[in-house]
Structure formats: C-alpha cells, structure tokens
C-alpha cells in the first residue's frame, strides 16, 4: 500500500479510541428518584474505579498504538485487518465496564468481572499479534529505526498477555482484586509507554 497507509489506519483507529473512551462516563449514573444524593455519588464507588481502570488502559493503548504506527512506513491488508480485531476490542471495553460498575460488591459480581478480565486478556493478546505481525523481519517497519527501539517496544508487550491471564485467573477467587490489579497494569504501563517512547533510555 502507499505511504498514505499508516496514517489513514490511525487517524480511523484515534476516532475508534475517542469513542470508546467517552462513552465510559456513560457507566457512570445516579437514581435521580432517590434522595440523599451524597449518600448515592458513595455508594456508586465501583463505577468510580471501573471508569478511571478501563479509561487508563485505552489511554496506554492509544500511546502505544500511536508510537508503534509512527514506526511503521506501510501497511497491508492483513494488519489492517488485525489492526480491525484490536479496535473491536477496544470498542467493546465499555460494556463489560458497566458489567463491574453495576454489580461490584453485589451479586453477579464474579460473571461480571470474568467477562470484564477476558475482554481484556483479549485485548492483550489480540494486541501482541497485531505488533508481532508488523515486528516480525520488520514486515511494516522503517529501515531508519534502530533495533534498540524496536527492543524496547518487544519489552514493555511482553508482560502484557501473562499480566492480564493471572488478572483473569484472579477473578475466580476475588474479583475486587482482579480490578485492582488490572487498575495496577494500567498505572504500571504509563510510565511504561513513556519509557519506549523514548527508545528504552532512560529521561
């Protein structure tokens, strides 16, 4: 494909993360019937955490994403494609998100935090293919990139996949700290993110 590739594949991808971002705060919500509205914005704490968690992973999946594009000089149909499979599982990341804002620390709260860890088990594996697949024998990758950048993205993907099976694992037994863990991930891969940005080397 021509050099516009890239740069139409992420300006589609950015809109996908917009909107999934903001359609999160629509997760959050009180009972206007009710009274007491201090005592409701306390209680409604678990979408507190589920927003802020859910919000935090699509903002390192959007840095990252944005980084590995701007290293990458073309893109074929078969990234595109894996690149559509990724964004379908950003695009979904709300749903399972309202799942834990509604029955954390209620019934239902084990089914409703699996479903949300293997969202993002998924996301995490259908990610590492969609870098590998443009890693590999740098398929879409510029021949001006050091490999000491290219190391350093291998680096802050690999624990991504393990990382997120033992938050899935977790879920069966406490699904408060399969949250808390996965909101752990997200606040670890921030600085993460930063780090390969910059090529691995310290600021």
Same mark, same amino acid.
């Given at each position: 494909m021509n050099d516009r590739g890239p740069a139409r594949l992420e300006a589609f991808s950015d809109g996908v993360f917009a909107i999934a971002?903001?359609?999160?705060?629509?997760e959050i919500g009180v009972d206007t019937t009710r009274g007491d509205l201090g005592g409701q914005l306390t209680h409604i704490w678990p979408a507190y955490l589920a927003y802020v968690t859910t919000f935090l992973i699509i903002g390192v999946i959007w840095i990252n994403h944005h980084h590995c594009v701007s290293l990458m000089r073309r893109v074929d149909r078969t990234f595109l +494609?894996?690149?559509l499979?990724?964004?379908l599982t950003v *695009? +979904?990341?709300?749903?399972?998100?309202?799942? @834990?804002?509604?029955?954390l620390q209620k019934s239902g709260e084990q089914d409703a935090v699996i479903a949300y860890a293997a969202t993002m088990l998924l996301m995490a594996c259908v990610?590492? @293919?969609w870098w590998r697949y443009a890693r590999t024998g740098r398929r879409l990758i510029g021949e001006d990139v050091p490999e000491r950048t290219l190391s350093a993205v291998d680096r802050a993907f690999n624990p991504g996949v393990p990382s997120y099976a033992i938050v899935f694992a977790v *879920? +069966? #037994?406490s699904p408060l700290a399969s @949250? #808390?863990?996965t909101l752990g991930i997200a606040v670890f891969y921030l600085p993460?993110?930063?780090? +390969? $940005?910059? !090529? !691995? $080397?310290? *600021?």
């Open positions: 971002a903001t359609l999160l705060t629509l +494609f894996i690149n499979l990724l964004l *695009a +979904f990341m709300p749903f399972p998100t309202r799942l @834990v804002a509604q029955y990610y590492n @293919v *879920a +069966f #037994v @949250v #808390v863990i993460s993110a930063a780090l +390969f $940005e910059r !090529g !691995g $080397e310290p *600021a």
